[in-house]
């Protein structure tokens, strides 16, 4: 189910990458990006219920609310964007918390169990998404250009979502 979800995911980060490149238009972008938005959180969810994972179910229903707000914006041409801004660096900041809890585990319960078990892989696919949410905060409020967020959102859809995607499904396990 994730896999398929990273997979989806890609067709928002390029078509987003190429209209911040001048190549594309704000209203088919945002469609896509509703679309992808909208199975990420319905992915989120289904995590939750059916896998039992509120740590990953919980990661994509944040991420996938986000892709909605950009949705919004694109499919309404908001030209303020520092509303998508300030959900973006909330999103940073909980992708951050992943990365130390991902890094560490969680804390060990009773029996020695954890809810939470340490992750370098997630660790590093959080980090590259919360540099991503930062860019993209800074973008809207004019702190960068669009130009290297586009670029960070190609370069990271090859290593943050089709590496980790393709590799669950031809594996069944993440790279590391």
Known sequence: ??????????????????LLLGKGEPKGTGFSTALVGSVTVIS??????????????SLLIVYGFFYLTVAYSLLAEIKDTRSVGNVSLTVAIISIVYVILSLTGGP????GQRLIERSDFLALGCAGYAVLYIMVWLNSYGKMSAKPLAWGLILWTIIGLWVPGFWLLATGKLPF
Not at 6 to 18: G, K, Q, T
Not at 47 to 52: A, E, G, Q, R, T
């Open 44 to 57: 989120g969810i289904l995590v939750i219920i059916v896998l039992k994972n509120a740590w990953i179910g």
């Open 1 to 18: 189910m994730v896999e398929g979800t990273l997979l989806a995911i890609s067709l928002m980060w390029f078509p987003v990458a190429f």
């Open 108 to 111: 060990v319960l009773e029996g």
